[in-house]
């Protein structure tokens, strides 16, 4: 069944400086929405708008034509992977993927440098390696819809080219928001894509809109 997001008429102000003005986006199962801006363009608190988390001046997000607040209450419609790391350090991999109810022994053929850390605890890990453990529990886990932020920082190119591997698995049955500012991965992968700028959501499809949008 195909769900669909909606975000529109928000509106975000800092003092009197207004980060978000006028923004609309559409996500829905089976694809991936991409999210550029440069830095400081406002596209973590949009996130965290989507997600509940930060309350804005006005907003209206709609699932599937209703409207819903405080989405971080609900896991069975979203899952959101912030900047930083979510998953307290001191949980085992075990304890993890079992809270998440995801199997191990799928994760460790994907990733086999796994192999040996089923009963270790996150705080064992490389930064790189806890953040990949997050990323695949936002986008292998039972919800409708995952929002990734920045999933490709500090990944080696060869990771990367698995969490795209799985991003496009996890699109089969769910809709997917991910920015990052690997630009080129995020064109690559993106089925629409919108550029964060001057408060507003440009709907963009290819790198020359991006260009005359003064992105790249
Ligand atoms: N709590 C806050 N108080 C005041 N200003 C804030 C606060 N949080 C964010 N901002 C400002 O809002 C703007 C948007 O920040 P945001 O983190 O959403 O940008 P971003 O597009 O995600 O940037 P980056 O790509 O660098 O991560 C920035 O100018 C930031 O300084």
Request: net charge positive.
């Amino acid at each position: 069944m195909i769900h669909k997001l909606e975000v529109d008429s928000v509106v975000l102000d800092f003092g009197p400086r207004r980060v978000l003005s006028d923004v609309y986006m559409k996500f829905e199962t089976g694809k991936v929405t991409g999210l550029l801006g440069k830095n400081g363009n406002g596209k973590t608190c949009l996130m965290k708008i989507i997600y509940g988390q930060l309350q804005p001046n006005s907003k209206s997000i709609r699932f599937d034509e209703s409207h819903v607040a405080e989405l971080y209450k609900r896991p069975d419609l979203l899952l959101y992977l912030p900047q930083f790391n979510f998953i307290p350090a001191g949980l085992s991999l075990k304890r993890i993927f079992s809270d998440f109810s995801l199997d191990f022994q799928v994760f460790e053929k994907f990733f086999p440098e796994f192999n040996s850390k089923y009963t270790t605890t996150l705080k064992t890990l490389s930064g790189g390696q806890r953040r990949i453990i997050e990323i695949y529990m936002v986008l292998m886990s039972n919800s409708k819809f995952a929002m990734l932020d920045e999933p490709f920082s500090h990944q080696s190119p060869l990771v990367i080219e698995k969490i795209t591997e799985l991003i496009n698995q996890a699109k089969n049955n769910k809709g997917i928001l991910v920015t990052d500012h690997m630009y080129q991965t995020i064109i690559e992968i993106s089925d629409h894509l919108y550029l964060l700028a001057n408060g507003k959501t440009h709907l963009t499809k290819c790198v020359e809109d991006l260009k005359f949008l003064g992105y790249v």
